[in-house]
């Protein structure tokens, strides 16, 4: 049974890059037929696709935090991470990171993280 | 981008009776590509159907996905104690992939 799950810290500072990582179990991220992605959830704004890659490293970002957002795959690792840069309060929110495919199945429980100083 | 407007907000029902959701988007959504998802306090969005219309793996027939242009609809026929939750929708047919604001199915 494929299970991921985040990690990293749950308290960041303003202006300062989250980096989360999520560790894929029970199968390879290897597949072409899949891209692995995070997805973030705050009171705010909804659930919002941060964006995706595939296992050999094609990315895609949505525009609105394109400029701030890194993606990246170590397959050696079985594992995908996520960057974002110059954080803000409005960055607050649960990320969650998912296989994506028809529709997103699996996620991960997800991971609160709290920009503050 | 693709906006998808989920209707009502709120559906105060009864277990036993019949839940209509419905999602509406700006435009044509690619290949019927749309998605919805059963959300719990504390948990990840589940996957309850793709395509459209295709329910994922375990998930009861009670529950049903149907659309109609760029009208979505997600119906749960009888529902369950463990079916009040929130609903998302979600288009993956163009990027950026875009959610639903969510309906909220609680207990009448």
């Known amino acids: 049974q494929l299970q991921l799950q985040e990690s990293g810290p749950g308290l960041v500072k303003p202006s300062e890059t989250l980096s989360l990582s999520c560790i894929v179990s029970?199968?390879?991220?290897?597949?072409?037929?899949?891209?692995w992605g995070w997805i973030r959830q705050s009171p705010g704004k909804g659930l919002e696709w941060i964006g995706s890659?595939?296992?050999?490293?094609?990315?895609y970002y949505n525009p609105s935090l394109k400029t701030r957002v890194t993606i990246s795959v170590d397959t050696s690792k079985n594992q995908f991470s996520l960057k974002v840069s110059s954080l803000t309060a409005a960055d607050t929110a649960v990320y969650y990171c998912?296989?994506?495919?028809?529709?997103?199945?699996?996620w991960g429980q997800g991971i609160q993280v709290t920009v503050s100083s | 981008e693709i906006v998808l407007t989920q209707s009502p907000g709120t559906l105060s029902l009864s277990p036993g009776e019949r839940a209509t959701l419905s999602c509406r988007a700006s435009?044509?959504?690619?290949?019927?590509?749309l998605a919805w998802y059963q959300q719990k306090p504390g948990q990840a969005p589940r996957l309850l159907i793709y395509?459209?219309?295709t329910r994922a793996t375990g998930i009861p027939d009670r529950f049903s996905g149907s659309d109609s242009g760029t009208d979505f609809t997600l119906t749960i026929s009888r529902l369950e104690p463990e079916d009040f939750a929130v609903y998302y929708c979600?288009?993956?047919?163009?990027?950026?992939?875009?959610f639903g604001g969510g309906t909220k199915v609680e207990i009448k």
């Open positions: 998912a296989r994506l495919g028809p529709g997103s199945d699996p």
């Open positions: 029970g199968g390879s991220i290897s597949s072409s037929s899949y891209f």
């Open positions: 890659i595939s296992y050999s490293g094609n990315t």
């Open positions: 435009q044509s959504v690619s290949s019927s590509y």
């Open positions: 395509d459209a219309s």
């Open positions: 979600q288009q993956y047919g163009s990027s950026p992939l875009t």
